[in-house]
């Protein structure tokens, strides 16, 4: 099982970032999958799962209506469209897998990619 996360960079505050996901080992219908970010000095947080089904969860409330999860099934891929960008949002984001997607189990998550760094800053 590989996870590969990519797309993350520097913008400035107001900018947009698409983060995605490939995967390989497993399918997009066997595992959720969950964008976690870690900010410096601060614990892990779950961002948004999309679960093999399909259903979606947003656990931020000051990512809602700005960052957007997404899967292509056939591309093994997971996305993370965020938009409207803020300071608060620079972290470490990481793509992870498991059964579960409740964020009670942030740091237990069976797979993960290595993460790409969002710094926004003017």
């Known amino acids: 099982v590989q996870l590969q996360a990519s797309g993350g960079g520097l913008v400035q505050p107001g900018d947009s970032l698409k983060l995605s996901c490939v995967v390989s080992g497993f399918t997009l219908n066997d595992l959720n999958m969950i964008w976690v970010r870690q900010a410096p000095g601060e614990e892990r947080e779950a961002v948004s799962c999309i679960r093999s089904k399909g259903r979606i969860t947003y656990y931020l409330d000051s990512i809602k209506g700005r960052f957007t999860i997404s899967r292509d099934i056939a591309n093994n891929t997971v996305s993370l469209q965020m938009n409207s960008l803020k300071p608060e949002d620079t972290a470490v984001y990481y793509c992870?897998?498991?059964?579960?997607?409740?964020?009670?189990?942030?740091?237990?998550?069976?797979?993960w990619g290595q993460g790409t760094l969002v710094t926004v800053s003017s």
């Open positions: 992870a897998a498991d059964q579960r997607c409740s964020t009670a189990f942030v740091d237990e998550f069976d797979y």
